[in-house]
């Protein structure tokens, strides 16, 4: 994702995990026996690392032959930014990534290996599965994991105590906001220290406000920033900042999480793992959603974010170089790919939706299951802002400018001059 690359220069300043750090904990080594798989990880968060933990154990239990995987756990972020100079270092043979632009970016620069071979037996994964997994030469790169819908999230004690309705319109959700406030609650926690958690508003506001295909459009380059629809949604966003926690960019997205959690932020828009990861496990029930407001009718609710997480090969890691470690790494994918893998990975961590229709849905929570509704119901999906569009215009481009509208959403003009005038300058470049 690179979501913080313009921040890293800081970030080594502040004496935080710099590249070297990360090449030295993720691959790096001498080619291996054969039999062990290095897997670079980017779930540091306490919830899903224990659950792929358990997922790996399973796999080297039915392998057999000797067959290990060493997982490298880095910083979420850290790994994010640090991305296209990993792979194109020393990187793991097998790495956590994502599905559609983010991965044909990287397949496109040569930095992944084909995987088309796994798919031929791959079963349970729809067409559009596929497709997100497949780069622009028709080959298939990534093998999908799980997907997590985006919504606005709250507590159903909260809810009930104050009576308070789910809003289905901006009217209505400006509405609640409103009444949040008189009620003591902040109305909506938010946050953008990391760069990427305030995206998920700006993409729900464009769809909502001009559609997905013009999101699309606009996420590849083909529309003009400075288009007054794209100004109309931060027009609409500034209506909504004076409802949002003061000090977003300096703010985690576990802190905002947290916030909700303690019951002193009233909603907040965030992917399903995100609260999920906050919440202790006796209050995992009380975590509820509902889509993101009605803003035109003409759009009305059609699209969901729901990013894919998934699996891929790294072209540049060495112990692929054989034919012993590029079996044994597209052994481990195949295993991953099955529902019995995905099943066991989910009783760990509930805070994500299965992708194979060979999972076994029938332990879902109430949540994983309204998400699955919610899903499933969507005319469009969408990746998320800084997976639909280039990893260069996401992190350069757009972390900067969306921090700087939270910090003064004034001057609206200036800001999409700002972004118009360096995104045809990214574009441009191969």
């Known amino acids: 994702m690179s979501r913080r690359s313009l921040l890293r220069g800081a970030a080594v300043g502040a004496g935080a995990v710099t590249l070297p750090a990360l090449l030295t904990a993720c691959g790096g080594g001498p080619g291996g026996d054969g039999k062990t798989v290095t897997l670079g990880s980017n779930s540091s968060d306490p919830v899903p690392k224990k659950a792929f933990a358990n997922a790996f154990a399973a796999y080297e239990k039915q392998a057999g032959e000797g067959r290990k995987v060493k997982v490298n756990t880095v910083d979420h972020n850290t790994f994010q930014e640090n991305i296209n100079r990993y792979l194109q270092g020393k990187p793991d043979d097998v790495f956590m990534w994502f599905a559609g632009y983010r991965m044909q970016f990287f397949a496109k620069k040569g930095l992944l290996h084909d995987i088309s071979d796994n798919w031929q037996s791959y079963e349970g994964f729809s067409d559009a599965l596929k497709a997100q997994s497949t780069g622009e030469d028709g080959k298939q790169y990534l093998t999908p994991y799980y997907y997590y819908p985006w919504a606005v999230f709250h507590r159903k004690s909260v809810f009930e105590e104050r009576g308070y309705q789910a809003p289905g319109t901006l009217d209505e959700y400006l509405a609640l906001a409103k009444q949040m406030r008189k009620d003591k609650l902040v109305p909506i926690a938010f946050c953008d220290k990391d760069g990427w958690p305030a995206m998920g508003t700006?993409?729900?506001?464009?769809?909502?406000?001009?559609?997905?295909?013009?999101?699309?459009?606009?996420?590849a380059g083909k529309e003009a920033w400075t288009d007054n629809r794209v100004k109309q949604v931060f027009d609409t966003?500034?209506?909504?900042?004076p409802y949002c926690q003061p000090g977003a960019n300096g703010r985690t997205w576990q802190e905002a999480a947290t916030s909700l959690q303690k019951k002193e932020a009233g909603m907040a828009v965030f992917g399903l793992p995100h609260p999920g990861a906050q919440f202790p496990e006796e209050e995992q029930a009380d975590i509820d959603f509902?889509?993101?407001?009605?803003?035109?009718?003409?759009?009305?609710?059609?699209?969901?974010?729901?990013?894919?997480?998934g699996f891929l090969l790294a072209k540049k890691a060495r112990n692929l170089r054989s034919d012993a470690g590029m079996e044994s790494a597209k052994d481990l994918l195949s295993w991953?790919?099955?529902g019995e893998a995905e099943d066991i990975y989910l009783a760990g961590d509930p805070n994500n939706i299965a992708v194979s229709d060979k999972a076994d849905t029938s332990k879902y929570t109430p949540i994983q299951k309204k998400a699955v509704a919610l899903v499933s119901g969507a005319k469009q999906i969408s990746q998320f802002l800084d997976r639909d569009t280039r990893p260069d215009f996401s992190s350069t481009v757009m972390i900067p400018a969306i921090q700087s509208f939270i910090n003064d959403p004034k001057d609206v003009d200036g800001l999409v001059n700002g972004i118009e005038r360096q995104k045809k300058t990214i574009f441009a470049a191969d």
């Open 290 to 309: 509902f889509p993101f407001p009605v803003i035109n009718p003409e759009h009305g609710q059609d699209a969901v974010e729901a990013p894919i997480d």
């Open 202 to 219: 700006f993409d729900y506001i464009n769809m909502r406000t001009n559609g997905y295909e013009f999101h699309a459009s606009l996420m």
């Open 237 to 241: 966003w500034r209506s909504i900042l």
């Open 336 to 338: 991953l790919a099955t």
